[in-house]
């Protein structure tokens, strides 16, 4: 990530919003690179932005930049995805069409039981 750095006149970061720091970086600009009007039209934005629009989203960066250098980020991204393998490979033995793993969607789903009266008395009706 690159920006001017000069606070009389700072610059505006854009990012990819396929980049794990387009999450971070709130005050950065997100384009998906592979649309190139979408691109065009951030370049244009961050080149006629007002300077305290750009001081601004500057503001909402400066201290995870100036406190997390490159190695410290990569290192927590890093940490973050073998945390996640670590815990998929813990769900790995419940198995997908498992009744824990069912019971566990259906809870964080918040889905009612299913009411069977009712269901035997619609099923009669029609």
């Known amino acids: 990530v690159s920006a001017r750095k000069d606070p009389a006149d700072p610059g505006v970061v854009i990012a990819s919003e396929f980049s794990a720091v387009s999450s971070i970086l709130n005050g950065a600009l ?3 690179p592979f649309d190139i009007q979408m691109c065009v039209t951030s370049i244009d934005c961050a080149l006629s932005m007002s300077p ?9 960066d400066i201290d995870f930049v100036s406190t997390c250098p ?9 940490r973050d995805l073998s945390d ?11 198995g997908e069409n498992s009744p824990e793993s069912i019971l ?3 809870i964080e789903l918040g ?4 009411d069977l009266g009712a269901l035997i ?4 009706e029609s």
């Open 30 to 32: 997100r384009v998906n």
């Open 52 to 60: 305290n629009e750009r001081d601004a989203r500057r503001g909402r």
């Open 70 to 78: 490159s190695g410290l980020w990569t290192r927590n991204v890093l």
């Open 84 to 94: 996640t393998m670590l815990e998929s490979k813990k769900l790995d033995g419940v």
């Open 104 to 106: 566990a969607r259906e």
């Open 111 to 114: 889905l009612e039981r299913l």
């Open 121 to 124: 008395s619609a099923y009669e």
